[in-house]
């Protein structure tokens, strides 16, 4: 993909794209996908899926969703969950 080593890349079911954004540490790339996810987080939001994958393993080895309805919880859940 290039020469970073940790890429991050948008699930094929989640309602945001994010490009292909790439890092040279794993800390680094984990605090944006977090914070990405995170963005969307909300009771009327869509699904938002990144994915970690490394360069050198070309293996996929963290994903991050947004919390939301689809995790199943009631809007009073979800509310006490984000208080």
């Given amino acids: ?9 948008s699930d094929s079911d989640s309602a ?7 890092f040279d540490n794993y800390d680094d790339a ?3 996908a ?3 996810v995170h963005k969307y987080d909300g ?3 869509e699904r ?3 994915h970690i994958e ?8 963290a994903t991050y969703e947004n919390i939301n309805k ?3 919880l009631t809007e009073e859940q979800y509310n006490k969950l984000m208080a």
């Avoid at 993909?1 to 890349?9: E, L, T």
């Fill in 54 to 61: 490394d360069d050198e393993t070309d293996l996929t080895i």
């Fill in 43 to 45: 009771w009327n939001a």
């Fill in 16 to 22: 945001v794209e994010c490009h292909h954004t790439g």
């Fill in 34 to 36: 977090s914070a990405f």
């Fill in 30 to 32: 984990e605090d944006f």
């Fill in 70 to 72: 689809c995790d199943g």
């Fill in 48 to 50: 938002v899926i990144v």
């Fill in 1 to 9: 993909m290039g020469n970073k080593r940790y890429w991050i890349w």
